[in-house]
């Protein structure tokens, strides 16, 4: 009975294989042969910033793949641990280990570099995240502890509100709030400038994806093996959780699609899937473009409601029609 059970689910499994539409429109650019480490969309989704395999940080045009800016190369503290571009597009910052080099776009010119540190002596930055309206700073340690900067008083408040690496943090569309994940699986969300959390969710393993929706009312969490829900920012109300038939699943990046009740998410390997996050149903998995054994996706830009934009390690911007789903 166990076999026949067995071949009942595999014959699904092939016919659900067989029905699943092909939403990729293909590669629509590729920016750089060189393998990318690190790298995220504009806010607009027009440009792109990278850091690439030979230690090199770039600003692209997305449309005709042209350099707008590169950082000089004596200038790039090594290892580079993260790079972000301001949702207004004026100002780049890179993170090294322990120093923040903050850029004007347009002037291209360096504009101050600042240090930061940890708790411990051997802290190293691990993450950023900037306000939308660009006057405050999170940097996170390695040792848990998190730097709230404001870049207008130029005062920082440091506290200890992790006991592993923080690795993700977003802030809400007010930059009055944000959220912190780390690898010792602990989601919270912080008034800024204040050490008190206002929820805090403890998973069993280390978060490997979070990320706010564009009216910044869902929240998306992932741990490193087998829970991932959709909670409310506000209030840390758990709202759905993922559904799979598999064991478990790795949850690298996701993205809210806007006003589409979509989810996508990227896996550890060249999978991109498209979930219902209401009801938590996987609508399919699909495998992204690539040149490369083991590349996979960097980041996610949302154009419209029927459209999304993925940034592979191997340079490739890659078009998904995720409005064929809208009836599946």
């Known amino acids: 009975m166990s ?16 029905s699943q539409p092909e939403i990729s429109k293909g590669v629509t650019s590729q920016l750089t042969q060189n393998g990318i480490i690190l790298g995220h969309f504009s806010k607009d989704g027009k440009w792109s910033v990278t850091l690439d395999s030979n230690a090199e940080i770039h600003i692209y045009d ?3 793949q042209s350099v707008i800016f590169s950082v000089p190369k004596d200038k790039i503290k090594t290892p580079v641990k993260e790079v972000l571009l301001s949702d207004d597009k004026e100002m780049l910052i890179v993170a090294g280990e322990n120093l923040i080099s903050i850029w004007s776009v347009p002037k291209q010119k360096l504009i101050t570099n600042v240090p930061f540190a940890g708790v411990s002596p051997l802290a190293s930055i691990s993450a950023l995240a900037l306000s939308h309206n660009n006057q405050r700073l999170l940097v996170a340690m390695d040792d848990g502890s998190l730097n709230m900067a404001d870049l207008f008083t ?4 440091r506290f200890m509100p992790h006991t592993r690496p923080i690795e993700h943090l977003a802030f809400d569309n007010s930059g009055d709030y944000f959220v912190t994940g780390a690898q010792d699986g602990l989601v919270a ?13 403890q998973f069993s393993h280390r978060v490997t994806s979070l990320t706010v929706s564009h009216d910044g009312k869902h929240l998306f969490v992932s741990d490193g093996l087998n829970a991932q829900h959709v909670l409310d920012f506000e209030s840390g109300k758990q709202l759905s959780e993922l559904k799979y038939m598999a064991r ?11 006003d589409s009740g979509l989810l996508a998410t990227s896996s550890s390997k060249s999978h991109l899937s498209i979930w219902r996050y209401e ?3 996987e609508l399919g998995t699909w495998s992204i473009h690539t040149e490369s054994e083991g590349a996979t996706v960097v980041d996610m830009y949302v154009p419209n409601p029927d459209t999304l934009v993925t940034l592979n390690s191997d340079g490739m911007l890659e078009t998904w029609a ?3 789903l809208a009836k599946k």
Not at 248 to 258: D, L, N, V, Y
């Open 154 to 157: 130029k005062l920082n408040n």
């Open 189 to 201: 969300l912080w008034q800024f400038a204040s050490p008190k959390p206002l929820y805090e969710h």
């Open 279 to 281: 009801s938590g149903e």
């Open 3 to 18: 076999r026949l059970i067995s071949l009942a689910w595999f014959a699904l499994f092939l016919v659900g294989c067989g």
């Open 322 to 324: 995720v409005n064929v």
């Open 62 to 64: 997305n449309a005709n």
């Open 248 to 258: 478990f699943k790795m949850f690298r990046k996701a993205k809210f699609i806007s």
